[in-house]
C-alpha cells in the first residue's frame, strides 16, 4: 500500500468522526422594564468527547459585543452552573433588571476543544423589553343627572403604556 493510499484513508476515517455541535434559542423572549429576562441556550452534538467547554452570548450578531465582558451588563447576568453546562446541555443566562436599552438580538455560541476545536452558535433570540403601564387620575369631573336622576360621573386617566403615551 501506498502512503498516498493510506493517508487518504486516514483522511476519510477522520472526516467520518468530526465532530458537529448544534445550538437551539427561543426566537423570541418578552420581559418588562426591571423584570428578569431568561435567554434560554441548548446545545447537543454527535460523539461530543471533548475535554474542554465553555459558552458565550453575544449582543447584535454572533462575535459582536461579548455580554459577560460588558460594562452594560455588569452584575445583571446569571451563567448555568458547569455541571448544568456540560451534562444537561444547558447554556442559557438569566439577564436582571433589564431595561429598554437591553432590548435586541443575542447569540449564543457554544465552544469544545480538545485534539480538535468544534463551535456552533444558535439563530439568536430578540428581547424585547417593554416599560411597565402606568396610570394615574388626571381628572374626575360630574355632569350632572342623567335620564333616571343618578349622578353621572366620569374619570379621566392618563396611562403610559409600553414605555410611551
Known amino acids: 500500500m501506498k ?5 487518504l484513508i486516514l483522511a476519510a476515517v ?5 465532530q458537529n455541535i ?6 423570541e423572549v418578552k420581559a418588562t422594564e426591571g423584570s428578569t429576562a431568561n435567554l434560554e441556550c441548548s446545545y447537543n452534538s454527535d460523539n461530543l468527547d471533548l475535554p474542554i ?4 452570548w ?3 450578531y454572533p462575535q459582536g459585543t461579548d455580554i ?9 447576568i446569571t451563567k448555568e452552573s458547569r455541571e448544568d453546562f456540560l451534562n444537561k446541555g444547558s447554556a442559557s443566562i438569566q439577564l436582571y433588571r433589564v431595561t429598554g436599552t437591553d432590548t435586541g438580538m443575542y447569540f ?7 485534539q480538535e476545536q468544534i463551535k456552533g452558535h444558535g439563530k439568536g433570540t430578540f428581547l424585547n423589553v417593554t416599560g411597565e403601564d402606568k396610570c394615574c387620575i388626571l381628572t374626575t369631573f360630574y355632569l350632572g343627572m342623567n335620564i333616571n336622576n343618578l349622578l353621572s360621573c366620569h374619570t379621566l386617566w392618563l396611562c403610559q ?3 410611551g403615551i
Open 3 to 7: 502512503w498516498s493510499e493510506l493517508l
Open 161 to 163: 403604556v409600553g414605555g
Open 22 to 27: 448544534e445550538v437551539s434559542q427561543i426566537p
Open 14 to 18: 477522520r472526516g467520518s468522526l468530526s
Open 58 to 60: 453575544y449582543r447584535h
Open 108 to 114: 449564543c455560541e457554544v465552544e469544545f476543544s480538545g
Open 53 to 56: 467547554g465553555w459558552y458565550k
Open 68 to 76: 459577560f465582558n460588558s460594562d452594560d451588563f455588569k452584575d445583571r
